[in-house]
C-alpha cells in the first residue's frame, strides 16, 4: 500500500487546501491530512479538523489528525527553510515511518521530503488553480468567500438579525440592508407558514422553527458572508408563551443555526399599520413586553433602534459596518470561537 501525507495550519481551510488534497488522493492508496496547531492559534483544532473531515466525508481512504505544539518548542513560520524543515521532518518521521510521499504547495516540501528520506509530489506551487492562502481568507473574509468550501462557511458567516413585534418594519429593512450590503438575506418563515396571526396552533410553530433554521443554513452557503435576518428563534418561541403560555422546545441545532453576529431590535414607536393579517395593536404591544422578556431570558444583547422609516435604515447600516470592521479587525476568528 502506497502511504501519502498532507500537512498544514488549514487556519483556515479553502479550496486550495481541497484541490491539494484531491489531487494527493489520486497519488496513494491511503492519505492522511495532518492539522498542525500551536498553542498561540485561535481557531481550534477540533474544529479545523471537522472542516476537513466533512469535504472528504464520502472518501474511505483518507484520515485526519491533528497535532498540537508549543510556538516555544517548534518553529512557526511558513517561510522555506532547510532548518526549520529539518526540525519538522523530525517530527514527521514518527508520525509517518511507512509512508512514501509527502504532498504540498510549497517550496519547502522538497526539505521536509529530503530529510525524511521519501519523494515530494508539488501541487501547484505558484498558486494559479486557486490564487488564495489562509492569511488572504483571514485578511478580507468577503472578498476571499468564494474561496472557503461549504464545510467552512458556517463558522465564518456574518449574521445579522432584525428583530422586533409586528408592523415594526423588519421586512422591509431585511430587504432594504440586503440590497444596500449586496449581501444574502432571510425570509421570515413564519409569515410564510401562518398567513394569519390570529390563527395558528403549536405545531405550525414548530414548523417555523425548523423551517427558518433551514433557510438560514441554506444562505449561509450562498455567496455573501453577510446574512440579514429576518427574525429569529427567539421571537418564535415568544409567540408560543404569549399566545399559548407554553415553552417551544426546539433542537439544539436550530439554535445553533440562528446563532447571530448582531442582533438589532426594531421599537415599536412608528404608525400601526393592521393588514388583515396581525395581532390588534394592543397585542402587538403586550408581544413587544414579550419579545423582550424572551431575549432578556436567553441573554441575547439587542442594539435597539427607534425612529422613522429611514431613521431606522439609517441607524441600522452604521451598526452593521461597525460589526463588519470589528469582524474585520479579528481577521474572522470571532465566529469560530461562539460555534
Request: charged residues 25%; hydrophobic residues 35%.
Amino acid at each position: 500500500m502506497v502511504k501519502a501525507f498532507v500537512f498544514g495550519k488549514f487556519l483556515p481551510f479553502h479550496k486550495g487546501h481541497e484541490a491539494m488534497i484531491n489531487f494527493a488522493l489520486t497519488r496513494c492508496d491511503f492519505l492522511t491530512v495532518l492539522v498542525c496547531c500551536s498553542d498561540k492559534e485561535n481557531i481550534p483544532s477540533k474544529t479545523r479538523q471537522k472542516w476537513i473531515e466533512k469535504t472528504f466525508e464520502c472518501q474511505d481512504k483518507i484520515e485526519i489528525k491533528s497535532f498540537h505544539y508549543l510556538e516555544s518548542v517548534l518553529p512557526n513560520t511558513s517561510a522555506s527553510s532547510q532548518e526549520v524543515s529539518r526540525v519538522w521532518s523530525t517530527i514527521f518521521k514518527e508520525f509517518f515511518p511507512d509512508y512514501k510521499y509527502v504532498i504540498t504547495s510549497e517550496e519547502y516540501g522538497n526539505y521536509v521530503a529530503s530529510f525524511m528520506g521519501i519523494k515530494h509530489i508539488a501541487f501547484d506551487i505558484p498558486k494559479q488553480l486557486f490564487p488564495v492562502s489562509a492569511t488572504a481568507v483571514r485578511n478580507d473574509i468577503v472578498a476571499n468567500w468564494k474561496f472557503l468550501p461549504d464545510s467552512v462557511k458556517p463558522s465564518f458567516a456574518i449574521k445579522i438579525v432584525v428583530l422586533g413585534t409586528e408592523s415594526t418594519g423588519k421586512t422591509k429593512l431585511t430587504e432594504r440592508l440586503a440590497k444596500y450590503f449586496n449581501c444574502s438575506s432571510v425570509k421570515e418563515a413564519g409569515r410564510d407558514l401562518i398567513p394569519n396571526s390570529n390563527s395558528f396552533g403549536l405545531d405550525e410553530l414548530h414548523l417555523v422553527a425548523s423551517e427558518h433554521a433551514k433557510r438560514i443554513d441554506n444562505a449561509v452557503l450562498e455567496e455573501s458572508p453577510l446574512i440579514i435576518i429576518d427574525t429569529d428563534i427567539h421571537i418564535t418561541k415568544s409567540y408560543a408563551k404569549f399566545i399559548f403560555g407554553k415553552t417551544l422546545e426546539v433542537e439544539s441545532k436550530i439554535y445553533h443555526s440562528n446563532k447571530a453576529d448582531l442582533y438589532i431590535y426594531l421599537n415599536n414607536d412608528v404608525e400601526y399599520l393592521q393588514d388583515g393579517t396581525r395581532l390588534n395593536e394592543s397585542d402587538r404591544n403586550l408581544l413587544d413586553i414579550s419579545h423582550r422578556q424572551i431575549l432578556q431570558q436567553y441573554n441575547v444583547d439587542i442594539v435597539e433602534i427607534t425612529g422613522d422609516w429611514e431613521q431606522r435604515f439609517d441607524k441600522a447600516v452604521s451598526k452593521i459596518k461597525q460589526k463588519l470592521e470589528v469582524n474585520k479587525k479579528s481577521k474572522g476568528h470571532n465566529n469560530v470561537y461562539k460555534k
